[in-house]
T-cell receptor, first 118, second 116 residues
Framework: AQTVTQSQPEMSVQEAETVTLSCTYD???????LFWYKQPPSRQMILVIR??????QNATENRFSVNFQKAAKSFSLKISDSQLGDAAMYFC???????????????FGKGTKLSVKP | DTAVSQTPKYLVTQMGNDKSIKCEQN?????MYWYKQDSKKFLKIMFS???????INETVPNRFSPKSPDKAHLNLHINSLELGDSAVYFC???????????????FGQGTRLTVV
């Protein structure tokens, strides 16, 4: 079964600095998606960035970028120029192909709580 | 113009009651889901519907039943509520890519259910 592991329950960063959140996953599939979601105190789940496994180029969305290491099954999120509004829970998620027992389930890690200090 | 909307946002009810949470998406997606987020913030899939057909049913008590009157709606009905059902419930939907794979999930704002 596929699993997603976020080894940092909590992280802290100074405003305007850079922080990296870690995520590893386990799968036997070669074709899948990886995502980072942000959940602020409002509890809304917001998609931050997505990566397709067959694409070698790391995805980037403004201040957010990923370091996707397929062989190592690692998918870290880098937040540059951190802002107070970045404070939230961040979830790494994996989605496999639409077949098999998982039927393309979106599987989440346990999350990393990011605090941003002014 | 909300993409995925669920109601109510908050629900407080007594043990033993039956309640429903409604979900609607106007994105034209084929697949809709219900997720449960527990007190430790862990998100777990409960149900998935594709074109009104249930395709995933994880180890969820049969007191929980999804109901989909059409492709744009997936409601969650819960019978005989228990204290342990207290959680945040999220509805979501997903588009498909050119290879017909489900991609990212778009989430509703969540319903915080408190059973007393």
């Amino acid at each position: 079964a596929q699993t997603v592991t976020q080894s940092q329950p909590e992280m802290s960063v100074q405003e305007a600095e850079t922080v990296t959140l870690s995520c590893t996953y386990d799968t036997s599939e070669s074709d899948y998606y990886l995502f980072w979601y942000k959940q602020p105190p409002s509890r809304q789940m917001i998609l931050v960035i997505r990566q397709e496994a067959y694409k070698q180029q790391n995805a980037t969305e403004n201040r957010f970028s990923v370091n996707f290491q397929k062989a190592a099954k690692s998918f870290s999120l880098k937040i540059s120029d951190s802002q107070l509004g970045d404070a939230a829970m961040y979830f790494c998620a994996y989605r496999g192909p639409n077949y098999g027992g998982s039927q393309g389930n979106l599987i989440f890690g346990k999350g990393t709580k990011l605090s941003v200090k002014p | 113009d909300t993409a995925v909307s669920q109601t109510p946002k908050y629900l407080v009810t007594q043990m033993g009651n039956d309640k429903s949470i409604k979900c609607e998406q106007n994105l034209g997606h084929d697949t809709m889901y219900w997720y449960k987020q527990d007190s430790k913030k862990f998100l777990k899939i409960m149900f998935s519907y594709n074109n009104k057909e249930l395709i995933i049913n994880e180890t969820v008590p049969n007191r929980f039943s999804p109901k989909s009157p059409d492709k744009a709606h997936l409601n969650l009905h819960i019978n005989s509520l228990e204290l342990g059902d207290s959680a945040v419930y999220f509805c979501a939907s997903s588009p498909r890519d050119r290879g017909l794979r489900n991609t990212e999930a778009f989430f509703g704002q969540g319903t915080r259910l408190t059973v007393v």
